[in-house]
């Protein structure tokens, strides 16, 4: 149940992030544009991981296979969510971002 909770915030928490993206004015950088789809395919799979496990709680089946699940579900969910997210803040990543795509790394900041 309690991983159910946390996925439950998490897939929350991603949905309003993408509900705000171009917020105020609406501008989306091509990072953004890029990883849209990604970023929704994420947060609805978050929501069924959630639902999942709420299931599973809500049956008591608590057990050294439902926490295997767990385990793996953890990394595979949180990991690409992370990366996507810190992607522009990372030079790292953002430098392998300009290798694959061809185009510099516009974070949106500026005036």
Do not use: K, N
């Amino acid at each position: 149940m309690a991983w159910a909770g946390f996925s439950l915030f998490l897939s929350c928490q991603y949905l309003f992030g993408l509900y705000l993206l171009g917020f105020p004015d609406g501008y989306l950088t091509p990072y953004q544009r890029q990883t849209e789809p990604l970023r929704h395919v994420l947060a609805w799979l978050c929501v069924g991981q959630t639902l999942y496990f709420l299931i599973a709680g809500l049956r008591r089946q608590i057990s050294g296979r439902l926490l295997a699940q767990i385990a793996v579900a953890a990394p595979l969910m949180t990991v690409p969510m992370l990366i996507v997210e810190t992607c522009p803040d990372t030079l790292v990543c953002a430098q392998a971002y300009e290798e694959i795509t061809g185009e510099r790394m516009d974070d949106g900041a500026g005036g």
